[in-house]
């Protein structure tokens, strides 16, 4: 495999009256061809501004990419003239946001919508769009596909909605899916079709997936790497295994010790992350986790933790990242 | 079509019911036309459905967007005027009530709602939200004990009484859902309508809520209707389940006999679709992946409703609307398949 997208030390802060917002703040990471990377944290921590620092979208005033590089097949993203940043929207790089609506054009048919973009990215004609269009909304599970390109966004259900922004996103063939949030309107037995779709499109075309979700089951499900986020920053890299069965973060384990599992025997009681994230205006000295974190000492008040090796590709931003592995693991045992 | 007969669900002798529902009906006219209104249609949002709740207990009512929960409970408070059925509190008919003699009731009934955000007025403080509720039903004679207890309220759910002054928007998510949480307890209510009211939340704070409304329930002796989506949380926090699908209760059971047994074709997709937070667990797991969207209420399909979707649907099922039956001891399902 090679090294699709590079990430290093992002930065992008939004300029308000109240202060100065450090949404992003210093984020490094890779995504690998073809693999599924997931980014997981409580809302409010970043996750949709990281990734759209990565596409260049963030509104601009107030917020800003403040430093940083999103190295793209080896090209910084952050260096192009918005002519060429345009053709890598959509084109190189496909996008599925949360709310479908907002992202579709309201007064233009689904075909239209389709086949704009396949016109000007793939030089395509239109009666050959139109026929790519209508492929597109087949492999994505739309029943009658030619038959619906006529037809405007609101004819379409929440599920079918976003089933058409995937087919959009993918008709460029990108290398690369960002996938913001993509069921977390949806329900459950719709979730799990949109998921299926995305993941079996994706694989088909060797498209990498960056997967933005708070549902840790969607996450132990479909990536194969997981960054967890908190207040502006990555705060544990691994793969999925290892962030599931041996996380070194103690703001990782308070998320797995949150939620109630529908396999295991019922808990009485459930474990939750005492306190709230911090504001990210006013971030604590130290270590921004302290505040509700139980195994903080006395450097955490004055030190931010680095990323600490933990394993083979895995790290965690903690000082007692030993101390923090052990309690989980003695919890397990007795579970 | 065939009129199938329900049959009422037992209730053992000296069990003590607190809601009592039976063969409850919502549906909503839809009105065409610009002049005259003339109704066109119904929607079939709440469609024959039978429970009941005992005292002290949370019974979950899981089911995807649209399928009836929140009407369902919105009849049990009357706030809305179900079309037919009966809802019996404590004994004592709600549906032949008068208005006034409905509020005297709402006393012992109240809703949390799914977001904290919405729901709370931004021009009250959190004290005078909290409140309120006091100042409506009488429950208090003087200022000072007005003070007294919305501060007791808030301390209950976790909040400092210094915050009273405050107003909604400088409160985070979950303190947010406290207040909504104060000021439902405040009339000491016997019945609670959870509404999603976790849903809107992040995990860890979802957490702290649902520690919350337990400890409430055993210090009140609260009974629990908890409408979600989440089905891994309403099997934490639920006694009984009961799943709706397209207006109709097609499953009903103890929390664990429904999780370890579930009957019911559209039950068992529905547990099937939820990701366990485990990444060998999912490697492993099996999964139905239900077909096509939830059908329309204004036009359910005949029969079961189920049936359009169902993958182990035969002829028959396009008859009749099937009974919801005792299958095994207190587990009810409406399939004529199990
Ligand atoms: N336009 C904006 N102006 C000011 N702050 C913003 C703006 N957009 C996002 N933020 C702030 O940036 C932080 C991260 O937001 P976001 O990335 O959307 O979080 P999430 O992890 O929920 O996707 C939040 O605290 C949010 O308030
Ligand atoms: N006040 C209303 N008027 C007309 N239709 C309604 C009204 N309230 C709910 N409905 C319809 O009734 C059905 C059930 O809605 P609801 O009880 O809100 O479902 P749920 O809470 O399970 O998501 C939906 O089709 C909804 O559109
Ligand atoms: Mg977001
Ligand atoms: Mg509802």
Redesign the pocket.
């Known amino acids: 495999m090679a090294t699709l997208l590079e990430v290093k030390d992002l930065r992008t802060h939004f300029f308000t009256p109240e202060g100065v917002v450090k949404s992003v703040d210093g984020v490094s990471y890779d995504v690998q061809e073809g693999e599924t990377l997931a980014i997981v944290g409580e809302s409010g921590c970043g996750k949709s501004v990281s990734a759209l620092s990565v596409m260049r979208l963030v509104a601009t005033p107030p917020g800003k990419i403040v430093g940083g590089q999103v190295l793209f097949e080896g090209q910084d993203l952050l260096k192009l003239d918005e002519d060429e940043m345009r053709k890598v929207r959509g084109n190189r790089i496909g996008m599925i946001f949360q709310e479908p609506m907002t992202s579709l054009n309201p007064v233009l048919t689904i075909g239209r919508q389709m086949t704009e973009s396949m016109e000007l990215h793939l030089k395509l004609n239109k009666s050959a769009a139109e026929k790519r269009a209508a492929e597109l909304l087949a492999m994505v599970g739309i029943p009658d596909a030619a038959r619906r390109l006529p037809d405007y966004p609101h004819q379409f259900s929440g599920g079918m909605r976003q089933r058409v922004m995937i087919a959009m996103a993918m008709s460029c063939n990108p290398k690369l899916l960002i996938a913001d949030e993509p069921t977390t309107a949806l329900d459950v037995t719709i979730q799990a079709q949109i998921l299926e779709v995305m993941q079996r499109v994706a694989k088909e075309n060797n498209t990498a997936i960056i997967i933005i979700t708070h549902n840790l089951g969607v996450v132990a499900r479909y990536a194969n790497r997981v960054n967890v986020m908190y207040a502006g920053r990555i705060i544990e890299r691994g793969s999925a295994k290892d962030i599931y069965k041996n996380p070194h973060h103690p703001y990782t384990l308070g998320l797995l010790k949150s939620v109630p599992r529908l396999d295991l025997p019922k808990k009485e009681k459930l474990d939750p992350i005492e306190g709230f994230p911090p504001d990210l205006i006013a971030l604590p000295p130290g270590c921004s986790f302290r505040p509700r974190c139980k195994f903080a000492v006395e450097k955490c008040m004055t030190e931010f933790p680095p990323l600490q090796a933990a394993g083979q590709g895995h790290t965690a931003a903690c000082w007692e990242t030993q101390k923090v592995n052990a309690s989980f693991v003695q919890s397990q045992k007795g579970a | 079509m065939t009129q199938v007969q329900r049959a009422p669900q037992p209730q053992q002798k000296g069990e003590d019911i607190l809601v009592d529902v039976k063969n409850l009906k919502m549906y909503?006219p839809v009105m065409q036309g610009i002049m005259v209104q003339r109704k066109i249609a119904d929607?079939k949002?709440v469609d024959d459905v039978t429970f009941y709740i005992k005292r002290g207990e949370t019974l979950g009512l899981v089911?995807e967007?649209?399928?009836?929960?929140?009407?369902?409970g919105r009849c049990i408070l009357q706030l809305y005027r179900p079309t037919s059925g009966s809802v019996v509190f404590d004994g004592q008919d709600l549906m032949s009530m008068n208005a006034q003699q409905l509020r005297t009731m709402r006393r012992r009934m109240q809703i949390i709602f799914q977001d904290p955000y919405s729901s709370l007025n931004p021009r009250m403080t959190a004290g005078n939200i909290v409140g309120e509720p006091l100042v409506v039903h009488k429950l208090v004679k003087s200022k000072q004990e007005y003070r007294d207890k919305v501060a007791e309220l808030l301390t209950t759910v976790g909040l400092n009484p210094y915050m009273a002054d405050r107003f909604p928007h400088e409160f985070s998510g979950g303190q947010r859902q406290r207040i909504g949480v104060a000021r439902a307890i405040a009339t000491r209510p016997e019945f609670i309508m959870c509404d999603e009211a976790v849903s809107a939340l992040d995990v860890s704070i979802q957490a702290q809520i649902i520690n919350l409304l337990q400890d409430l329930q055993d210090q009140f002796n609260l009974t629990y209707l908890f409408i979600a989506h989440d089905l891994s949380v309403v099997r934490h926090i639920s006694d009984r389940i009961a799943v709706?699908y397209l207006g109709h209760v097609v499953e009903i059971a103890d929390r664990n006999e429904l999780y370890a047994n579930p009957l019911h074709p559209y039950t068992k997709a529905l547990l099937s679709a939820v990701p366990i937070p485990d990444p060998i667990v999912e490697a492993q797991r099996e999964r139905i992946i239900l077909q096509g969207d939830v059908p329309s209420?204004l036009r359910p399909p005949s029969g079961c409703v189920f049936h359009t979707r169902c993958p182990i649907m035969i002829e028959e099922c396009k008859g009749g609307v099937p009974p919801l039956r005792e299958v095994a001891p207190n587990h009810w399902a409406a399939c004529i398949r199990v």
């Open positions: 909503f929607i949002a089911g967007s649209g399928c009836g929960k929140t009407t369902t709706m209420p």
